[in-house]
């Protein structure tokens, strides 16, 4: 008997080892299969975290200035200081909107209400300049910006997860007109509805401005005739692109890619009107407190 509880404890002692060593082992899998799940979890939230939506870049408009007036150059670096700011908070949209939208999101939210802010900006540095000097002409062809690599592409094809991601937008800016259908008659420059509300989407009601206007000099009517029937274009165009992106966007869609770029538009066509009549007369005050509009529904 004595003899065999030696065998019998040194029996014991070697299962129990084995029993341990069999444990340490399963650890270690455990371990290096945790490790890597959390390598690839970190690898992949770093991939995220590096993606980057791209930038937006535009014509550079000081550069193709001719010589600017003094009397002009207060508005003109006021103007140029607006461009930079339109732009900087393009890319703030661009990086906060990530993942939203469909194919032409960036385009019609960010991109498009870009072109018409600039377009209005370009064009009241071309105003005041040509005040006391020649109007520089052509410079609305600087008013487009792009997307550089990295981000989703601007010309309407999906790339992506992106471009299948749900609608949301400020757009704005925005110059998304892929026109299709008619829009409005006329009657949204007096605030009338027009045929968009047959969709149910409301329409575009905008201030008359030719009832606020003082008596127009001859040698102006004609200009101002072709200010205001723009008015009333930019209105149906605001219709027809109210109905083509109905569904798109978030909250603030309508009013960040229709009516504010709209509002844009209008002010610098009312502006044309008033500098216009001031040629021969008398500039009219205040006008620019009718170029916001509002969605009617």
Do not use: H
């Amino acid at each position: 008997m004595s003899r065999a509880l030696p065998k019998y404890n040194k029996r014991r002692v070697v299962v129990i080892g084995a029993a341990v060593a069999l444990a340490l082992s399963g650890a270690v899998v455990v371990n290096s299969a945790l490790a890597g799940e959390s390598s690839k979890s970190s690898g992949s939230t770093d991939a995220k975290t590096l993606a980057s939506p791209g930038t937006i870049s535009c014509p550079d408009v000081a550069s193709q200035l001719p010589s600017i007036p003094a009397s002009a150059q207060a508005e003109v670096d006021r103007n140029l200081a607006l461009l930079q700011t339109q732009i900087d908070e393009a890319n703030k949209r661009l990086v906060d909107t990530v993942g939203q939208g469909g194919a032409n999101f960036v385009q019609n939210a960010i991109l498009g209400p870009l072109e018409d802010k600039r377009v209005s900006t370009i064009d009241r540095i071309a105003i005041s300049i040509g005040r006391q000097g020649t109007k520089p002409q052509g410079l609305d062809a600087l008013a487009p910006c792009a997307l550089d690599a990295g981000g989703v592409a601007d010309t309407g094809e999906d790339t992506g997860e992106d471009a299948a991601a749900g609608d949301e937008a400020e757009a704005t800016p925005g110059a998304e007109e892929t026109a299709a259908e008619g829009a409005g008659d006329g009657a949204a420059e007096t605030g009338d509805d027009t045929g968009a509300d047959a969709a149910g989407v409301g329409t575009i009601s905008c201030p008359d401005v030719a009832s606020q206007l003082p008596a127009i000099p001859a040698s102006a009517q004609a200009e101002v005739d072709r200010n205001l029937a723009l008015l009333q274009t930019q209105i149906d165009e605001a219709n027809t692109r109210l109905q083509n992106t109905v569904g798109q966007g978030g909250a603030n869609f309508v009013q960040n890619a229709i009516l504010g770029p709209l509002a844009d538009k209008r002010v610098s066509t009312i502006d044309r009107i008033a500098i216009s009549i001031g040629r021969k007369g008398t500039k009219p005050q205040g006008l620019d407190a009718l170029a916001a509009c509002t969605l009617n529904k």
